[in-house]
């Protein structure tokens, strides 16, 4: 087997990191041949100075100049800018991208990647939430494998993995439960961002935290797993599972229920995604049973967390109501960063903007850009009062 080029669309975050940490321990396997980011340079050159990549690109185009400067004894390409982005999926230079953007800014590279064949590696769950229709029959026109690296998603995926056309009768989508599990509005209410990016049991990028406080990082898998898995809405069943060391499970229609588990490590997950179908040897901690402790489940609290009821709903609408709620969700998720809104009322957003933004039954790509465009405008009004 041959070096499996990679292009890391997002290699400054959270999964983009731990994805060349996993490509840095399996040089044999894996080159890197593509990265982008968004603003920082500084880490970008460095990544680029030790993977020895193909083609860069710094969204922020006013950090180009530094970015060439950083890599001007090399003779990797430089480019800037959003649409930089997403041209260089278009590149020749490798076989599989590992889509790790945050938000809808992922989804236009990851079409493109798509379109011209090559495999997915995908952790940008957004992509699947605002078009997971139009994505999921392009990638099946062309016959390519998209490999969740969402670690529930991974653990369902890897749980169907020789059951060839046995029907899943449900799968149990496991949640942490956040920072806040058992918490109540009265406490919520007062929440501040600094308490809120403090995740129990995963680190990981800014966005993806907030949701997990709030459970919409629940109800964007969801979404994302009716997509992937190709599920009906009552067939998905979400459990905190505080201990996050069961990942996810599958029930068949025997009534047998199979569990992916380990310990809650995003390295797991991004390294089975690349290298599947094989699984490949590392040090990453295990997971002991003799050790003392309980594996325990209990329902969601949708009444107090009522994102995951707002996706819930938006899954069950389907059409745009989805892509209306991702946008929503994503400029309430800024405005809180920026201690702009409460914790609260992040919900209240999302809630305004789904009853405010026309319903379409079956949008096309272009109408999924534009309601997303729309949403974004609508949410910020809410903001701006
Ligand atoms: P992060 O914020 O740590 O990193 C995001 C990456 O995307 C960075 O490289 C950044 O430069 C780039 N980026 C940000 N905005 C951009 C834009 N507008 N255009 C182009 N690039 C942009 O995020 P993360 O935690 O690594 O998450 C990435 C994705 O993976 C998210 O969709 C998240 O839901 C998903 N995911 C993350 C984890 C995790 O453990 N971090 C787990 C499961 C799924
Ligand atoms: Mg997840």
Not at 105 to 134: C, F, H, Q, S
Not at 142 to 154: F, G, L, T, W, Y
Request: glycine letters at 6%; hydrophobic letters at 45%; a negative charge.
């Amino acid at each position: 087997m041959g070096q499996k080029r990679i292009a890391i669309f997002g290699s400054t975050g959270s999964i983009g990191t731990q994805a060349l940490d996993v490509i840095a321990a399996n040089p044999d396997l894996f080159s890197a041949e593509i990265l982008t980011a968004q603003s920082n340079d500084v880490l970008l050159i460095e990544q680029a100075l030790k993977f020895n990549p193909n083609t860069v690109v710094i969204g922020d185009e006013r950090k180009y100049a530094a970015v060439k400067e950083g890599l001007k004894h090399t003779d990797i390409k430089v480019f800037a800018g959003e649409k930089a982005i997403h041209e260089v999926a278009s590149l020749d230079c490798y076989d599989m991208m590992l889509a790790a953007i945050v938000g809808y800014a992922g989804l236009k590279p990851t079409l493109r990647a798509i379109e011209l064949g090559k495999a997915i590696a995908l952790a940008n769950k957004e992509t699947l939430v605002v078009a997971g229709d139009i994505i999921m029959r392009k990638a099946m026109e062309k016959r390519i494998p998209i490999i969740p690296v969402d670690s529930e998603h991974s653990a369902i995926f890897q749980c169907l993995v020789g059951e060839g056309r046995n029907k899943i009768e449900k799968i149990i989508l496991t949640a942490s439960g956040g920072p806040f599990l058992g918490k109540k509005p009265n406490f919520l209410v007062n929440v501040k961002k600094d308490h809120a990016l403090q995740h129990p049991n995963w680190s990981m990028g800014a966005k993806i935290t907030i949701d997990s406080a709030t459970l919409m990082n629940k109800g964007l898998e969801m979404i994302e797993a009716k997509w992937l898995f190709n599920l009906n809405y009552d067939q998905i069943q979400v459990m905190v599972h505080p201990q996050s060391i069961i990942h996810s499970m599958v029930q068949f229609e025997d009534g047998s229920i199979k569990a992916q588990m380990g310990m809650p490590d995003m390295k797991l997950p991004i390294q089975y995604a690349l290298a599947f179908p094989n699984r490949i040897p590392n040090d990453f901690p295990r997971y002991d049973f003799k050790k003392p402790g309980t594996l325990t489940f209990e329902e969601p609290d949708i009444k107090t967390f009522r994102n995951l009821a707002l996706a819930m709903e938006a899954m069950r609408q389907g059409g745009n109501m989805p892509c209306i709620l991702n946008a929503a969700n994503e400029i309430a998720v800024y405005a809180f960063l920026r201690n702009r809104i409460g914790f609260l009322d992040m919900t209240e957003v999302v809630e305004q903007t789904m009853q405010k933004i026309p319903f379409l039954e079956t949008p096309t790509l272009e109408e999924y850009f534009e309601t997303d465009g729309e949403a974004r405008n609508f949410a910020a009004s809410l903001i701006h009062m």
